[in-house]
């Protein structure tokens, strides 16, 4: 007769897959809460100290380490010399093995659980059972997944056992199941151990959904979460209505998300291709759309929209006139949704806005390795800002700075913003020269651009961007200072009664 050994902790569908089991001549042996739960159905179990002939000890952390298990599990059934030992120290075979872990996740999860609960869910002899079982899966079937047992059942049923193939595939399975769980553990103790950089990087992401391409049809592409989904994101939405997210639809949606969180008031994003094409502040949400929509009427066109209040219905009434390809929002009227929906494939996600710029880390790939930075979570206040002209900004005039500095931190550098009356009129992004940037904001902008204020990422190298910014009429700019030629800079401003002020925090994004 065949055994299973069965300890898990999530018990979903767990009854009817050992009775299944039992159904199909197997003998189960459990531990604990599980053997309790089987028994209760009506099952025989045997006991593991029944198999070990070694009472669990130490609170239940020694239960199954033990050689009568591990033995069981390792034997290879077609070596001769391991036959002869099994036999030799009366071990039996355990052929299937199901566990899964005791719940750390969840434990690490709870704000109510102290050090001491989360060290106790850290569990030793289910990863050491099923680690064991997955190497020898060539004789034994192992299973972390209960999306795993209607299969095994009916290979078993048809077959007499599980394929090799299955049993490959499920030893897979719980190396990357233990692999993550072993992360988590480590993560933790960074953090409690205050490790800001540790020596060996380790880091677990769930899938979320797999993705029809890339960023282009010939790229094969996949969401992946983290166990703790930030909220403010687009891991954390959910989505009402349309296609499937693409790649390029979460990239972009990020990006806006990024730069809405930067704003308490009510705000609207407009996004194409990471960048920025309009943003809008207002007295009510339905203004400041109207001023991101006029920002750039052209670009906004299957773009990402997204919003920091409720969705009306006048103004889904406004977002339908255009293609856009997702509006993301804290919430949707049941007027506002009927509305939107009248557009089968628009993508409606929401998501909760109430914590603004949380710390966290940035993960880039680069090839053969990975960089890893703290979020650029800085935000520049009055009170941080340094005038260095003989013209002094006024209070408006700080207030249109510091929104233009806002929405260039998030512009690809070099980046430049021109913004007026609570709106960009102007971005330059991702040029190889400062210069280059303005130029491209300040001839979108065109006439607007008498009397508005420039943002830059980082100093002006020299004065040809304070000249050009001149030519266009523009009242005062904002940047972080701290070229060696600043005073040229500072020169030309003095020379045309421009404004200028230092924040001394840079915003490169690459």
């Known amino acids: 007769m065949k055994r299973a050994l069965v300890s898990v902790s999530d018990k979903t569908n ?23 739960t089987l028994e209760e159905a009506g099952m025989n179990v045997i006991a593991i100290d029944e198999v070990t002939g070694f009472p669990e000890i130490l609170e239940g952390r020694v239960k199954t380490l033990h050689p009568m298990v591990h033995g069981g599990l390792l034997a290879k059934r077609d070596d001769a010399h391991h036959q002869e030992q099994v036999t030799q120290n009366n ?21 109510e659980a102290t050090h001491e609960d989360k ?41 007499g056992n599980t394929t090799l193939k299955t049993r490959q595939m499920l030893a897979g399975k719980v190396f990357n199941h233990t692999a993550a769980y072993d992360a988590m553990i480590a993560n933790y103790f960074n953090e409690i151990n205050e490790v800001e950089v540790p020596e060996k990087l380790t880091v677990t992401y769930d899938l979320k959904q797999t993705l029809r ?49 930067e704003f308490e008031g009510a705000a609207a994003v407009a996004v194409k291709h990471m960048n920025p094409c309009g943003v809008g502040l207002g ?10 929509y006029e920002a750039d009427p052209t670009s906004i066109f299957g773009g990402i929209v997204a919003l920091n209040r409720e969705v009306s219905k006048p103004l889904a009434e406004e977002l339908h006139k255009i293609f856009l390809e997702i509006v993301i929002a804290p919430s949707f009227t049941e007027e506002a949704l009927e509305v939107l929906k009248q557009k089968k494939n628009i993508r409606l996600l929401t998501t909760d806005m109430s914590q603004r710029l949380q710390p966290g ?50 512009v690809k550098s070099n980046a430049i913003t021109l913004v007026k009356n609570d709106m ?23 006439a607007l651009a008498q009397g508005a204020y420039l943002a830059s990422d980082a100093f002006f190298p020299m004065s040809d961007t304070v000249e050009l910014a001149a030519k266009y009429g523009i009242k005062a700019i904002i940047q972080p200072g701290g070229s060696i030629k600043d005073q040229d800079s500072i020169d030309a401003c003095n020379k045309h009664g421009i404004a200028m002020v230092f924040t001394k925090v840079r915003h490169f994004k690459h």
Do not use: W
């Open 119 to 159: 060290i106790e869910n850290i569990d030793i002899g289910g990863p050491s059972m099923l680690r064991s079982a997955a190497k020898n899966f060539n004789d034994v079937t192992v299973v972390v997944d209960a999306n795993d047992y209607d299969l095994i059942i009916s290979e078993i049923r048809e077959q």
């Open 424 to 446: 960009t009129i102007g971005v330059g992004a991702g040029q190889m020269n400062r210069v280059g940037s303005a130029k491209i904001a300040l001839e979108q902008a065109g």
């Open 14 to 36: 767990l009854v009817s897959f050992v009775q299944n089991l039992v159904e199909l001549g197997y003998e189960i042996i459990s531990t604990g809460g599980t053997k309790k």
């Open 361 to 410: 880390q940035k993960l880039v790939s680069v090839k053969g390795g990975l960089l890893v930075q703290e979020l650029d979570t800085v935000q520049v206040k009055k009170e941080d800002l340094e005038c260095v002209t003989e013209v002094k900004p006024t209070e408006e005039d700080l207030e249109q700075l510091l929104f233009g500095f806002q929405v260039c931190k998030h």
């Open 283 to 292: 007295t009510t949400i339905e203004e400041a759309y109207a001023k991101a």
């Open 213 to 261: 391409y890339g960023e282009n049809p010939h790229q094969k592409a996949a969401f992946y979460q983290t166990l703790q989904q930030p909220s403010y994101s687009v891991v954390s939405s959910e989505q009402l209505h349309g296609k499937e997210l693409s790649y390029n639809n979460i990239s972009d949606a990020n990006a806006a998300l990024e730069i809405l969180q």
């Open 91 to 111: 071990i039996e075979y355990i052929d299937l093995v199901c566990v899964n872990l005791y719940p750390f996740a969840k434990t690490i999860q709870n704000p």
